[in-house]
Protein backbone atom coordinates (compact mmCIF):
# COMPACT_ATOMS: atom_id res chain seq x y z
CA UNK A 1 0.00 0.00 0.00
CA UNK A 2 1.45 3.24 -0.89
CA UNK A 3 1.92 5.86 1.84
CA UNK A 4 0.74 9.32 1.72
CA UNK A 5 4.09 11.59 2.20
CA UNK A 6 4.05 14.01 5.27
CA UNK A 7 5.22 17.59 3.93
CA UNK A 8 6.13 18.95 7.45
CA UNK A 9 7.82 22.12 6.31
CA UNK A 10 4.96 23.01 3.82
CA UNK A 11 3.71 26.38 5.09
CA UNK A 12 0.84 26.22 7.71
CA UNK A 13 -1.65 28.23 5.19
CA UNK A 14 -1.13 25.76 2.90
CA UNK A 15 -2.31 22.44 4.75
CA UNK A 16 -4.75 21.85 7.15
CA UNK A 17 -4.61 21.84 11.07
CA UNK A 18 -3.00 18.76 12.75
CA UNK A 19 -6.61 17.88 14.01
CA UNK A 20 -7.87 17.56 10.10
CA UNK A 21 -4.91 15.81 9.21
CA UNK A 22 -4.97 13.25 12.24
CA UNK A 23 -8.65 12.36 11.29
CA UNK A 24 -7.94 11.88 7.41
CA UNK A 25 -4.98 9.37 9.08
CA UNK A 26 -6.88 7.97 11.03
CA UNK A 27 -9.67 6.98 8.68
CA UNK A 28 -6.26 5.16 5.86
CA UNK A 29 -4.39 3.60 8.48
CA UNK A 30 -7.73 2.30 9.62
CA UNK A 31 -8.44 0.74 6.07
CA UNK A 32 -11.53 3.10 5.75
CA UNK A 33 -10.43 4.12 2.44
CA UNK A 34 -13.95 5.88 1.15
CA UNK A 35 -13.83 7.77 4.24
CA UNK A 36 -10.07 8.64 3.50
CA UNK A 37 -11.01 9.57 -0.01
CA UNK A 38 -14.06 11.65 1.17
CA UNK A 39 -12.30 13.42 3.34
CA UNK A 40 -9.68 14.41 1.09
CA UNK A 41 -11.65 15.78 -1.08
CA UNK A 42 -13.48 17.89 1.45
CA UNK A 43 -10.16 19.38 2.72
CA UNK A 44 -8.67 19.88 -0.78
CA UNK A 45 -11.90 22.46 -1.47
CA UNK A 46 -10.26 24.60 0.96
CA UNK A 47 -6.34 23.33 0.95
CA UNK A 48 -6.05 23.11 -2.67
CA UNK A 49 -2.31 22.81 -3.01
CA UNK A 50 -1.95 20.55 0.26
CA UNK A 51 0.85 18.33 -0.95
CA UNK A 52 -0.23 16.01 2.02
CA UNK A 53 -3.82 15.76 1.36
CA UNK A 54 -3.42 15.29 -2.10
CA UNK A 55 -0.95 12.26 -1.33
CA UNK A 56 -3.45 10.95 0.74
CA UNK A 57 -6.27 11.16 -1.77
CA UNK A 58 -3.74 9.14 -4.84
CA UNK A 59 -3.01 6.23 -1.80
CA UNK A 60 -6.57 5.85 -0.91
CA UNK A 61 -7.68 5.91 -4.69
CA UNK A 62 -5.23 3.39 -5.24
CA UNK A 63 -5.81 0.89 -2.25
CA UNK A 64 -9.53 1.38 -3.80
CA UNK A 65 -8.93 0.10 -6.95
CA UNK A 66 -9.63 3.61 -8.50
CA UNK A 67 -6.09 3.43 -10.49
CA UNK A 68 -6.76 6.28 -13.17
CA UNK A 69 -7.84 8.53 -10.67
CA UNK A 70 -5.40 7.60 -8.40
CA UNK A 71 -2.53 8.26 -11.25
CA UNK A 72 -3.97 12.08 -11.91
CA UNK A 73 -3.58 12.96 -8.01
CA UNK A 74 -0.03 11.65 -8.41
CA UNK A 75 0.41 13.84 -11.06
CA UNK A 76 -0.78 16.72 -9.65
CA UNK A 77 1.24 16.28 -6.53
CA UNK A 78 4.16 16.04 -9.25
CA UNK A 79 3.53 19.43 -10.60
CA UNK A 80 3.77 21.36 -7.15
CA UNK A 81 6.64 19.64 -6.20
CA UNK A 82 8.51 18.26 -9.28
CA UNK A 83 11.45 16.40 -6.79
CA UNK A 84 9.94 14.17 -4.72
CA UNK A 85 11.22 10.92 -5.12
CA UNK A 86 8.66 8.84 -2.82
CA UNK A 87 5.46 10.17 -5.46
CA UNK A 88 7.56 9.03 -8.46
CA UNK A 89 7.52 6.03 -6.50
CA UNK A 90 4.50 5.54 -5.56
CA UNK A 91 2.96 7.07 -8.95
CA UNK A 92 5.24 3.80 -10.53
CA UNK A 93 3.42 1.24 -8.43
CA UNK A 94 0.15 2.71 -9.99
CA UNK A 95 1.02 2.58 -13.49
CA UNK A 96 2.29 -0.98 -13.40
CA UNK A 97 -0.80 -1.93 -11.25
CA UNK A 98 -2.22 -0.61 -14.63
CA UNK A 99 0.17 -2.38 -16.92
CA UNK A 100 1.87 0.22 -18.20
CA UNK A 101 4.87 -1.42 -17.18
CA UNK A 102 7.44 0.43 -19.28
CA UNK A 103 5.60 3.91 -17.89
CA UNK A 104 6.36 2.45 -14.42
CA UNK A 105 10.06 1.65 -14.57
CA UNK A 106 10.55 5.67 -15.85
CA UNK A 107 8.62 6.92 -13.45
CA UNK A 108 10.99 4.60 -10.84
CA UNK A 109 14.03 5.38 -12.70
CA UNK A 110 13.45 8.74 -11.89
CA UNK A 111 12.86 8.18 -8.03
CA UNK A 112 15.64 7.01 -8.45
CA UNK A 113 17.69 9.99 -10.01
CA UNK A 114 16.03 12.17 -7.40
CA UNK A 115 17.09 9.89 -4.67
CA UNK A 116 19.85 7.53 -5.63
CA UNK A 117 19.67 5.77 -1.74
CA UNK A 118 16.06 5.25 -2.60
CA UNK A 119 16.06 1.29 -1.79
CA UNK A 120 12.13 0.47 -2.54
CA UNK A 121 12.71 2.56 -5.49
CA UNK A 122 14.73 0.21 -6.64
CA UNK A 123 13.16 -3.10 -5.32
CA UNK A 124 9.92 -1.87 -7.43
CA UNK A 125 11.82 -1.26 -10.28
CA UNK A 126 13.63 -4.71 -10.16
CA UNK A 127 9.39 -6.07 -10.04
CA UNK A 128 8.72 -4.07 -12.99
CA UNK A 129 11.36 -5.06 -14.75
CA UNK A 130 11.07 -8.62 -13.76
CA UNK A 131 7.01 -8.85 -15.48
CA UNK A 132 8.60 -7.18 -18.39
CA UNK A 133 10.55 -10.42 -18.73
CA UNK A 134 14.27 -7.95 -18.46
CA UNK A 135 15.70 -10.23 -15.88
CA UNK A 136 19.43 -9.45 -15.77
CA UNK A 137 18.28 -5.85 -15.52
CA UNK A 138 16.16 -6.77 -12.21
CA UNK A 139 18.63 -8.67 -10.82
CA UNK A 140 20.59 -5.98 -10.90
CA UNK A 141 17.96 -3.81 -9.57
CA UNK A 142 17.52 -6.09 -6.84
CA UNK A 143 21.03 -6.24 -6.13
CA UNK A 144 21.08 -2.15 -5.50
CA UNK A 145 18.28 -2.51 -2.99
CA UNK A 146 19.92 -4.92 -0.89
CA UNK A 147 23.42 -3.10 -0.98
CA UNK A 148 21.05 -0.01 0.54
CA UNK A 149 19.43 -2.36 3.03
CA UNK A 150 20.87 -5.43 3.71
CA UNK A 151 18.04 -6.60 5.52
CA UNK A 152 15.65 -6.36 2.41
CA UNK A 153 14.15 -9.77 2.91
CA UNK A 154 11.97 -9.50 -0.16
CA UNK A 155 14.92 -8.21 -2.56
CA UNK A 156 16.99 -11.24 -1.61
CA UNK A 157 13.61 -13.32 -2.30
CA UNK A 158 12.95 -11.77 -5.40
CA UNK A 159 16.33 -11.55 -6.79
CA UNK A 160 16.58 -15.39 -6.43
CA UNK A 161 13.25 -15.60 -8.63
CA UNK A 162 15.11 -13.90 -11.21
CA UNK A 163 18.10 -15.96 -10.66
CA UNK A 164 16.03 -19.35 -11.30
CA UNK A 165 14.89 -17.66 -14.88
CA UNK A 166 18.38 -16.85 -15.59
CA UNK A 167 19.25 -20.25 -14.85
CA UNK A 168 21.65 -18.92 -12.09
CA UNK A 169 20.56 -21.98 -9.87
CA UNK A 170 23.63 -22.22 -7.76
CA UNK A 171 23.18 -17.92 -7.32
CA UNK A 172 19.28 -18.03 -6.92
CA UNK A 173 20.14 -21.11 -3.77
CA UNK A 174 22.45 -18.23 -1.84
CA UNK A 175 19.67 -15.56 -2.04
CA UNK A 176 17.32 -17.41 -0.90
CA UNK A 177 19.28 -18.38 1.86
CA UNK A 178 19.98 -15.31 2.73
CA UNK A 179 16.08 -14.25 2.68
CA UNK A 180 16.07 -17.60 5.50
CA UNK A 181 18.49 -15.73 7.87
CA UNK A 182 16.49 -12.48 7.92
CA UNK A 183 13.13 -14.15 7.45
CA UNK A 184 13.16 -17.57 9.09
CA UNK A 185 9.62 -18.26 9.61
CA UNK A 186 8.72 -17.37 5.65
CA UNK A 187 7.19 -21.02 4.70
CA UNK A 188 7.13 -19.04 1.24
CA UNK A 189 11.36 -19.06 0.69
CA UNK A 190 12.16 -22.67 1.59
CA UNK A 191 9.30 -23.48 -1.26
CA UNK A 192 11.77 -21.43 -3.34
CA UNK A 193 14.94 -22.25 -2.33
CA UNK A 194 13.42 -26.30 -2.62
CA UNK A 195 12.69 -25.72 -6.53
CA UNK A 196 15.82 -24.40 -7.28
CA UNK A 197 17.57 -27.33 -5.38
CA UNK A 198 15.00 -29.83 -7.39
CA UNK A 199 16.60 -28.06 -10.58
CA UNK A 200 19.98 -28.73 -9.80
CA UNK A 201 19.58 -32.02 -9.00
CA UNK A 202 19.98 -32.08 -5.22
CA UNK A 203 16.73 -33.89 -4.95
CA UNK A 204 17.42 -34.66 -0.69
CA UNK A 205 17.80 -31.17 -0.41
CA UNK A 206 14.64 -30.49 -2.01
CA UNK A 207 12.43 -32.42 0.29
CA UNK A 208 14.08 -31.04 3.35
CA UNK A 209 13.54 -28.10 1.91
CA UNK A 210 9.72 -28.67 1.36
CA UNK A 211 9.38 -30.20 4.76
CA UNK A 212 10.92 -27.15 6.22
CA UNK A 213 7.95 -24.97 4.41
CA UNK A 214 4.96 -27.49 5.54
CA UNK A 215 6.44 -27.63 9.49
CA UNK A 216 6.13 -23.85 9.15
CA UNK A 217 2.98 -24.26 7.34
CA UNK A 218 1.24 -27.34 7.76
CA UNK A 219 -1.42 -26.37 5.29
CA UNK A 220 1.08 -25.36 2.48
CA UNK A 221 -0.69 -27.32 -0.94
CA UNK A 222 2.19 -26.26 -2.46
CA UNK A 223 4.66 -27.57 -0.56
CA UNK A 224 3.43 -30.74 -1.21
CA UNK A 225 3.25 -30.64 -4.68
CA UNK A 226 7.12 -29.53 -4.80
CA UNK A 227 7.94 -32.56 -2.74
CA UNK A 228 5.94 -34.93 -5.63
CA UNK A 229 8.29 -33.47 -8.02
CA UNK A 230 11.71 -34.03 -6.14
CA UNK A 231 10.29 -37.87 -4.97
CA UNK A 232 9.38 -38.13 -8.89
CA UNK A 233 13.02 -37.60 -10.05
CA UNK A 234 13.71 -39.86 -6.78
CA UNK A 235 11.88 -42.70 -8.45
CA UNK A 236 10.26 -42.77 -4.52
CA UNK A 237 6.56 -42.92 -6.60
CA UNK A 238 4.15 -44.63 -4.06
CA UNK A 239 5.19 -41.43 -1.61
CA UNK A 240 5.11 -38.97 -4.18
CA UNK A 241 1.37 -40.23 -4.27
CA UNK A 242 0.69 -40.13 -1.29
CA UNK A 243 2.21 -36.46 -1.77
CA UNK A 244 -0.44 -35.46 -4.42
CA UNK A 245 -3.18 -37.08 -1.85
CA UNK A 246 -2.09 -34.26 0.65
CA UNK A 247 -1.97 -31.13 -1.79
CA UNK A 248 -5.25 -32.13 -3.19
CA UNK A 249 -6.86 -32.71 0.41
CA UNK A 250 -5.70 -29.10 1.50
CA UNK A 251 -6.39 -27.54 -1.62
CA UNK A 252 -9.32 -29.73 -3.75
CA UNK A 253 -9.28 -27.62 -7.30
CA UNK A 254 -5.50 -27.90 -7.29
CA UNK A 255 -5.12 -28.88 -11.00
CA UNK A 256 -1.42 -28.94 -10.77
CA UNK A 257 -1.63 -31.78 -8.40
CA UNK A 258 -3.96 -33.97 -10.43
CA UNK A 259 -1.17 -33.27 -13.41
CA UNK A 260 1.57 -34.55 -10.80
CA UNK A 261 -0.34 -37.59 -9.73
CA UNK A 262 -1.18 -38.34 -13.24
CA UNK A 263 2.61 -38.27 -13.84
CA UNK A 264 3.59 -40.85 -10.89
CA UNK A 265 0.58 -42.90 -11.87
CA UNK A 266 1.95 -43.21 -15.16
CA UNK A 267 5.42 -43.77 -14.14
CA UNK A 268 4.06 -46.63 -12.19
CA UNK A 269 2.42 -48.00 -15.51
CA UNK A 270 -1.34 -47.30 -13.91
CA UNK A 271 -2.32 -46.03 -17.45
CA UNK A 272 -6.07 -45.51 -16.79
CA UNK A 273 -5.42 -44.14 -13.60
CA UNK A 274 -2.82 -41.71 -15.13
CA UNK A 275 -6.03 -40.65 -17.90
CA UNK A 276 -8.08 -40.04 -15.06
CA UNK A 277 -5.87 -37.76 -13.54
CA UNK A 278 -4.37 -35.79 -16.17
CA UNK A 279 -8.52 -35.44 -17.27
CA UNK A 280 -9.45 -33.63 -14.29
CA UNK A 281 -6.74 -31.71 -14.08
CA UNK A 282 -8.18 -30.17 -17.06
CA UNK A 283 -11.17 -30.44 -15.82
CA UNK A 284 -10.28 -27.89 -13.27
CA UNK A 285 -8.46 -25.66 -14.71
CA UNK A 286 -9.25 -26.03 -18.96
CA UNK A 287 -6.18 -23.76 -20.19
CA UNK A 288 -3.23 -26.31 -17.84
CA UNK A 289 -1.63 -26.86 -21.38
CA UNK A 290 0.91 -29.41 -20.18
CA UNK A 291 -1.71 -31.50 -19.18
CA UNK A 292 -3.25 -31.64 -22.74
CA UNK A 293 0.44 -32.48 -23.69
CA UNK A 294 1.17 -35.37 -21.18
CA UNK A 295 -2.44 -36.96 -21.76
CA UNK A 296 -1.77 -36.58 -26.22
CA UNK A 297 0.93 -38.84 -25.30
CA UNK A 298 -1.72 -41.74 -23.33
CA UNK A 299 -4.69 -41.52 -25.61
CA UNK A 300 -5.09 -42.50 -29.40
CA UNK A 301 -7.98 -39.28 -30.80
CA UNK A 302 -11.04 -39.74 -33.08
CA UNK A 303 -12.56 -37.18 -35.02
CA UNK A 304 -15.57 -36.48 -32.78
CA UNK A 305 -12.97 -35.88 -29.73
CA UNK A 306 -13.92 -32.35 -28.23
CA UNK A 307 -10.59 -32.24 -26.27
CA UNK A 308 -9.26 -31.48 -29.91
CA UNK A 309 -11.34 -27.99 -30.67
CA UNK A 310 -10.83 -26.89 -26.83
CA UNK A 311 -6.89 -27.47 -27.61
CA UNK A 312 -7.09 -25.15 -30.61
CA UNK A 313 -9.40 -22.71 -29.24
CA UNK A 314 -7.12 -22.43 -26.45
CA UNK A 315 -3.86 -22.72 -28.85
CA UNK A 316 -5.18 -19.58 -30.91
CA UNK A 317 -6.69 -17.22 -27.23
CA UNK A 318 -4.91 -14.01 -27.24
CA UNK A 319 -3.99 -14.79 -23.78
CA UNK A 320 -2.21 -18.06 -24.07
CA UNK A 321 1.30 -17.66 -23.04
CA UNK A 322 4.25 -19.03 -25.95
CA UNK A 323 5.37 -21.81 -23.83
CA UNK A 324 1.63 -23.16 -23.56
CA UNK A 325 1.57 -22.42 -27.10
CA UNK A 326 4.33 -24.76 -27.75
CA UNK A 327 2.56 -27.33 -25.75
CA UNK A 328 -0.43 -27.62 -27.17
CA UNK A 329 1.33 -27.35 -30.79
CA UNK A 330 2.68 -30.94 -30.07
CA UNK A 331 -0.48 -32.16 -28.16
CA UNK A 332 -2.21 -30.86 -31.67
CA UNK A 333 0.59 -32.67 -34.00
CA UNK A 334 -0.25 -36.10 -32.03
CA UNK A 335 -4.11 -35.91 -32.36
CA UNK A 336 -4.12 -35.27 -36.00
CA UNK A 337 -1.54 -37.87 -36.47
CA UNK A 338 -3.81 -40.03 -35.00
CA UNK A 339 -6.37 -39.04 -37.35
CA UNK A 340 -4.22 -39.40 -40.14
CA UNK A 341 -3.51 -36.26 -41.58
CA UNK A 342 -0.14 -35.82 -41.39
CA UNK A 343 0.25 -32.54 -43.31
CA UNK A 344 -2.30 -30.49 -40.58
CA UNK A 345 0.34 -32.71 -37.95
CA UNK A 346 3.83 -31.64 -39.21
CA UNK A 347 1.90 -27.72 -39.24
CA UNK A 348 1.47 -28.01 -35.56
CA UNK A 349 4.75 -29.43 -35.11
CA UNK A 350 6.91 -26.92 -36.88
CA UNK A 351 5.19 -24.41 -35.50
CA UNK A 352 5.86 -25.48 -32.08
CA UNK A 353 9.59 -26.30 -32.78
CA UNK A 354 10.36 -23.01 -33.68
CA UNK A 355 9.05 -21.16 -30.79
CA UNK A 356 10.51 -23.64 -28.66
CA UNK A 357 14.51 -23.50 -30.39
CA UNK A 358 13.63 -19.71 -29.59
CA UNK A 359 12.54 -19.94 -25.78
CA UNK A 360 15.92 -22.20 -25.34
CA UNK A 361 18.08 -19.73 -27.56
CA UNK A 362 19.57 -22.90 -28.68
CA UNK A 363 22.53 -22.70 -30.97
CA UNK A 364 24.26 -26.26 -32.94
CA UNK A 365 27.87 -24.31 -32.32
CA UNK A 366 27.49 -24.44 -28.81
CA UNK A 367 27.30 -28.48 -29.12
CA UNK A 368 30.26 -28.23 -31.33
CA UNK A 369 32.43 -26.14 -29.17
CA UNK A 370 31.54 -28.69 -26.15
CA UNK A 371 32.47 -31.97 -28.12
CA UNK A 372 36.00 -30.01 -29.16
CA UNK A 373 37.18 -29.38 -25.53
CA UNK A 374 36.21 -32.89 -24.47
CA UNK A 375 37.83 -34.45 -27.36
CA UNK A 376 40.83 -31.74 -26.43
CA UNK A 377 41.02 -33.21 -22.67
CA UNK A 378 41.23 -36.76 -23.50
CA UNK A 379 44.78 -36.86 -25.71
CA UNK A 380 46.62 -38.32 -23.35
CA UNK A 381 47.21 -42.42 -23.47
CA UNK A 382 47.99 -42.54 -19.81
CA UNK A 383 44.45 -41.53 -19.03
CA UNK A 384 42.41 -44.85 -19.49
CA UNK A 385 44.45 -46.74 -16.70
CA UNK A 386 44.20 -43.77 -14.16
CA UNK A 387 42.50 -45.60 -11.67
CA UNK A 388 43.65 -49.58 -12.43
CA UNK A 389 43.83 -51.27 -9.69
CA UNK A 390 40.88 -49.28 -7.87
CA UNK A 391 39.45 -52.07 -6.78
CA UNK A 392 35.89 -53.77 -8.10
CA UNK A 393 33.15 -51.45 -6.40
CA UNK A 394 29.96 -53.26 -4.50
CA UNK A 395 27.71 -51.71 -6.85
CA UNK A 396 28.52 -52.28 -10.41
CA UNK A 397 27.32 -49.66 -12.86
CA UNK A 398 25.82 -50.25 -16.45
CA UNK A 399 25.88 -47.31 -18.58
CA UNK A 400 23.06 -47.17 -21.65
CA UNK A 401 24.05 -44.70 -23.94
CA UNK A 402 22.39 -42.88 -27.69
CA UNK A 403 20.64 -40.64 -28.97
CA UNK A 404 17.07 -39.60 -27.39
CA UNK A 405 14.61 -42.02 -28.47
CA UNK A 406 17.12 -44.26 -29.74
CA UNK A 407 15.48 -47.03 -27.91
CA UNK A 408 17.70 -46.68 -24.55
CA UNK A 409 14.52 -46.82 -22.47
CA UNK A 410 13.72 -50.45 -24.14
CA UNK A 411 17.03 -51.70 -23.29
CA UNK A 412 16.75 -50.85 -19.68
CA UNK A 413 13.51 -52.52 -19.18
CA UNK A 414 14.88 -55.94 -20.77
CA UNK A 415 18.16 -55.37 -18.16
CA UNK A 416 15.76 -54.23 -15.57
CA UNK A 417 13.59 -57.40 -15.91
CA UNK A 418 16.38 -59.57 -14.66
CA UNK A 419 16.59 -60.36 -10.69
CA UNK A 420 20.33 -58.72 -9.93
CA UNK A 421 19.40 -55.57 -12.22
CA UNK A 422 18.06 -52.66 -10.84
CA UNK A 423 16.92 -49.67 -13.41
CA UNK A 424 17.81 -46.57 -12.19
CA UNK A 425 16.46 -44.35 -15.22
CA UNK A 426 17.67 -41.29 -16.41
CA UNK A 427 20.55 -40.21 -13.81
CA UNK A 428 22.16 -36.38 -14.27
CA UNK A 429 24.60 -37.55 -11.56
CA UNK A 430 27.53 -38.26 -14.62
CA UNK A 431 26.98 -34.08 -15.56
CA UNK A 432 26.70 -32.56 -12.15
CA UNK A 433 30.44 -34.37 -11.72
CA UNK A 434 31.79 -33.17 -15.39
CA UNK A 435 30.27 -29.75 -15.17
CA UNK A 436 32.41 -28.59 -12.94
CA UNK A 437 35.82 -30.29 -14.47
CA UNK A 438 34.59 -28.57 -17.63
CA UNK A 439 34.20 -25.23 -16.31
CA UNK A 440 37.30 -25.48 -14.82
CA UNK A 441 38.95 -25.99 -18.46
CA UNK A 442 38.76 -22.70 -20.08
CA UNK A 443 39.91 -22.47 -23.73
CA UNK A 444 43.47 -22.01 -22.68
CA UNK A 445 43.43 -25.08 -20.70
CA UNK A 446 41.23 -27.13 -22.19
CA UNK A 447 44.18 -29.79 -23.00
CA UNK A 448 45.20 -30.38 -19.96
CA UNK A 449 44.25 -33.92 -19.07
CA UNK A 450 42.55 -35.52 -15.68
CA UNK A 451 44.17 -35.51 -12.68
CA UNK A 452 44.18 -38.79 -10.74
CA UNK A 453 42.30 -36.90 -7.99
CA UNK A 454 39.67 -35.67 -10.29
CA UNK A 455 38.96 -39.07 -11.45
CA UNK A 456 38.95 -40.27 -7.94
CA UNK A 457 36.53 -37.94 -6.89
CA UNK A 458 34.12 -38.45 -10.21
CA UNK A 459 34.33 -42.62 -9.23
CA UNK A 460 33.59 -41.94 -5.36
CA UNK A 461 30.76 -39.45 -6.54
CA UNK A 462 28.88 -41.49 -8.97
CA UNK A 463 28.73 -44.70 -6.31
CA UNK A 464 27.92 -42.44 -3.95
CA UNK A 465 24.79 -41.28 -5.70
CA UNK A 466 24.13 -45.30 -6.78
CA UNK A 467 24.41 -46.44 -2.89
CA UNK A 468 22.20 -43.18 -1.90
CA UNK A 469 19.25 -45.36 -4.08
CA UNK A 470 19.40 -47.58 -1.35
CA UNK A 471 18.07 -50.63 -3.55
CA UNK A 472 18.94 -54.25 -2.84
CA UNK A 473 20.83 -54.70 -6.24
CA UNK A 474 24.35 -54.63 -7.00
CA UNK A 475 24.20 -53.94 -10.82
CA UNK A 476 22.73 -50.71 -11.60
CA UNK A 477 21.52 -49.48 -15.43
CA UNK A 478 22.36 -45.69 -15.42
CA UNK A 479 20.04 -44.94 -18.90
CA UNK A 480 20.61 -41.43 -19.30
CA UNK A 481 21.11 -41.13 -23.32
CA UNK A 482 23.65 -38.16 -23.45
CA UNK A 483 26.21 -39.52 -21.26
CA UNK A 484 27.74 -40.33 -24.92
CA UNK A 485 29.54 -37.46 -24.07
CA UNK A 486 30.57 -38.43 -20.85
CA UNK A 487 32.18 -42.13 -21.83
CA UNK A 488 35.74 -41.13 -21.69
CA UNK A 489 35.10 -39.35 -18.19
CA UNK A 490 33.29 -42.29 -16.96
CA UNK A 491 35.86 -45.07 -18.40
CA UNK A 492 38.93 -42.97 -16.38
CA UNK A 493 36.61 -43.43 -13.62
CA UNK A 494 34.98 -46.89 -14.25
CA UNK A 495 37.36 -48.51 -16.29
CA UNK A 496 35.23 -51.92 -15.69
CA UNK A 497 32.07 -50.46 -16.94
CA UNK A 498 29.87 -51.59 -18.81
CA UNK A 499 28.77 -49.53 -21.64
CA UNK A 500 25.54 -50.09 -24.13
CA UNK A 501 25.88 -47.85 -27.13
CA UNK A 502 21.95 -48.04 -29.06
CA UNK A 503 22.42 -47.62 -32.95
CA UNK A 504 18.85 -47.04 -34.63
CA UNK A 505 17.88 -45.72 -38.11
CA UNK A 506 19.03 -42.21 -37.83
CA UNK A 507 15.52 -40.94 -39.90
CA UNK A 508 13.75 -42.57 -37.36
CA UNK A 509 15.46 -41.28 -34.21
CA UNK A 510 15.67 -37.58 -35.56
CA UNK A 511 11.75 -37.62 -36.41
CA UNK A 512 10.93 -39.56 -32.79
CA UNK A 513 13.32 -36.36 -31.49
CA UNK A 514 11.22 -33.69 -33.38
CA UNK A 515 7.80 -35.13 -32.96
CA UNK A 516 7.86 -35.14 -28.62
CA UNK A 517 8.11 -31.72 -26.75
CA UNK A 518 11.02 -32.58 -23.74
CA UNK A 519 10.42 -31.22 -20.16
CA UNK A 520 13.43 -29.91 -19.18
CA UNK A 521 15.87 -27.29 -21.50
CA UNK A 522 18.54 -29.83 -22.19
CA UNK A 523 17.91 -30.66 -25.21
CA UNK A 524 17.64 -27.74 -27.46
CA UNK A 525 19.05 -29.59 -30.75
CA UNK A 526 15.77 -31.46 -30.92
CA UNK A 527 13.34 -28.45 -31.95
CA UNK A 528 15.19 -27.81 -35.18
CA UNK A 529 15.35 -30.56 -38.26
CA UNK A 530 18.69 -29.02 -39.95
CA UNK A 531 19.93 -29.08 -35.87
CA UNK A 532 19.08 -32.55 -35.55
CA UNK A 533 21.01 -33.73 -38.69
CA UNK A 534 24.13 -31.86 -37.24
CA UNK A 535 24.24 -32.88 -33.90
CA UNK A 536 23.14 -36.43 -34.88
CA UNK A 537 26.99 -36.19 -37.10
CA UNK A 538 28.72 -34.88 -34.09
CA UNK A 539 27.20 -37.54 -32.07
CA UNK A 540 28.38 -40.18 -34.64
CA UNK A 541 32.06 -39.08 -34.91
CA UNK A 542 32.60 -38.88 -30.87
CA UNK A 543 31.40 -42.31 -30.59
CA UNK A 544 33.90 -42.83 -32.92
CA UNK A 545 36.42 -41.02 -31.18
CA UNK A 546 35.83 -42.82 -28.24
CA UNK A 547 36.27 -46.47 -29.72
CA UNK A 548 39.26 -45.82 -31.63
CA UNK A 549 40.48 -44.04 -27.89
CA UNK A 550 38.93 -46.91 -25.42
CA UNK A 551 38.99 -49.45 -27.66
CA UNK A 552 36.76 -52.54 -26.91
CA UNK A 553 34.71 -51.18 -24.19
CA UNK A 554 31.64 -50.23 -26.13
CA UNK A 555 28.97 -53.06 -26.92
CA UNK A 556 27.12 -51.58 -29.72
CA UNK A 557 23.14 -52.75 -30.08
CA UNK A 558 21.16 -51.99 -32.93
CA UNK A 559 17.96 -51.16 -31.73
CA UNK A 560 15.97 -52.65 -35.45
CA UNK A 561 18.24 -56.29 -34.85
CA UNK A 562 16.67 -55.72 -31.11
CA UNK A 563 13.68 -55.64 -32.55
CA UNK A 564 13.75 -58.32 -35.05
CA UNK A 565 15.32 -60.96 -33.32
CA UNK A 566 14.82 -61.03 -29.61
CA UNK A 567 15.58 -63.68 -27.69
CA UNK A 568 19.10 -63.58 -29.59
CA UNK A 569 19.80 -60.20 -29.08
CA UNK A 570 18.79 -60.21 -25.52
CA UNK A 571 20.98 -63.68 -25.05
CA UNK A 572 23.94 -61.37 -26.29
CA UNK A 573 23.19 -58.48 -24.41
CA UNK A 574 23.40 -60.55 -20.72
CA UNK A 575 26.27 -62.08 -21.86
CA UNK A 576 28.04 -58.72 -22.09
CA UNK A 577 26.84 -57.65 -18.83
CA UNK A 578 27.94 -60.51 -17.33
CA UNK A 579 24.71 -61.33 -16.83
CA UNK A 580 22.69 -65.21 -16.51
CA UNK A 581 19.99 -66.05 -18.84
CA UNK A 582 16.60 -65.71 -17.40
CA UNK A 583 13.62 -66.08 -19.72
CA UNK A 584 11.66 -63.23 -18.21
CA UNK A 585 14.10 -60.64 -19.78
CA UNK A 586 11.94 -61.59 -22.58
CA UNK A 587 9.06 -60.88 -20.84
CA UNK A 588 10.22 -57.39 -20.06
CA UNK A 589 6.56 -55.48 -20.60
CA UNK A 590 5.37 -57.20 -17.81
CA UNK A 591 8.11 -56.44 -15.01
CA UNK A 592 6.43 -53.88 -12.63
CA UNK A 593 8.95 -50.96 -12.08
CA UNK A 594 8.91 -47.08 -12.21
CA UNK A 595 9.81 -45.61 -15.93
CA UNK A 596 9.57 -42.05 -15.80
CA UNK A 597 10.71 -41.21 -19.31
CA UNK A 598 8.46 -40.66 -22.58
CA UNK A 599 8.66 -44.27 -23.31
CA UNK A 600 6.59 -45.33 -20.05
CA UNK A 601 4.23 -46.69 -22.03
CA UNK A 602 5.94 -48.18 -25.08
CA UNK A 603 7.88 -50.49 -22.17
CA UNK A 604 4.51 -51.90 -21.13
CA UNK A 605 3.79 -53.23 -24.48
CA UNK A 606 5.31 -56.35 -26.35
CA UNK A 607 8.10 -56.17 -28.46
CA UNK A 608 6.99 -54.50 -31.83
CA UNK A 609 8.16 -53.89 -35.29
CA UNK A 610 8.12 -50.86 -37.20
CA UNK A 611 8.39 -48.24 -35.68
CA UNK A 612 11.35 -47.10 -37.48
CA UNK A 613 9.38 -46.54 -40.56
CA UNK A 614 6.74 -43.95 -39.07
CA UNK A 615 8.63 -41.31 -40.03
CA UNK A 616 7.87 -42.12 -44.04
CA UNK A 617 4.50 -40.40 -43.19
CA UNK A 618 5.85 -37.30 -43.46
CA UNK A 619 9.06 -38.08 -45.17
CA UNK A 620 7.89 -35.06 -47.85
CA UNK A 621 8.48 -32.55 -44.97
CA UNK A 622 11.44 -33.89 -43.71
CA UNK A 623 14.10 -33.33 -46.53
CA UNK A 624 15.78 -30.99 -44.77
CA UNK A 625 16.78 -33.35 -42.00
CA UNK A 626 17.31 -36.46 -44.46
CA UNK A 627 19.41 -34.84 -46.88
CA UNK A 628 21.08 -33.24 -43.88
CA UNK A 629 21.72 -37.06 -42.17
CA UNK A 630 23.13 -37.98 -45.96
CA UNK A 631 20.40 -40.31 -47.20
Not at 164 to 181: G, P, T
Not at 263 to 282: F, K, M, N, P, V
Not at 346 to 356: I, M
Not at 492 to 498: G, N, S, T
Request: proline share 4%; net charge neutral.
Amino acid sequence: MPKPQNYAAQAQATNPSNDQIDGLAKHYHSGQMTQAEQASRELLRSYPQSLLVINFLAAALQAQGKLDQALQAYDRSIQLKPDDAKTYDNRGLTLAALGRLQEAVQSYEKAIQLQPDFAQAYYNLGIALQQLEQLALAAASFTMAIRLKPDFAEAYINRGNAEINLDELEHAVKSYEQAIRLKPDCAEVYLCRANALRELGQLQEALSSCDQAIQLKPDYAEAYLCRVSALLELGQLQEALSSCDQAIQLKADFAEAYQARGDAHRALGQLQAAIQSYEQAIHLKPGLALTYYSLSTLKDYQLDDVQIGLMEALYTHADTSELDQVQLSFALAKAYEDLADYDKSFQYLKAGNCVRKKQLNYHIDDERKLISKIRRIFTSASLPSALAGAGKPSIQPIFIVGMMRSGTSLVEQILASHSQVHGAGELRTVYDLVRPLLKKRGDEKAKQPLSRREIKALRDGYLSALHALKVPEKIITDKMPLNFRWIGFILCAFPEAKIIQLNRDPRATCWSNYKHYFFDKGNGYTYDLQDLAEFHKLYIDLMAFWRERFPNTIYELGYEDLTENQQAETRKLLAFCDLDWQPQCLDFHNTKRPVRTMSATQVRQKMYQGSSEAWRKYAAHLQPLIKGLGY
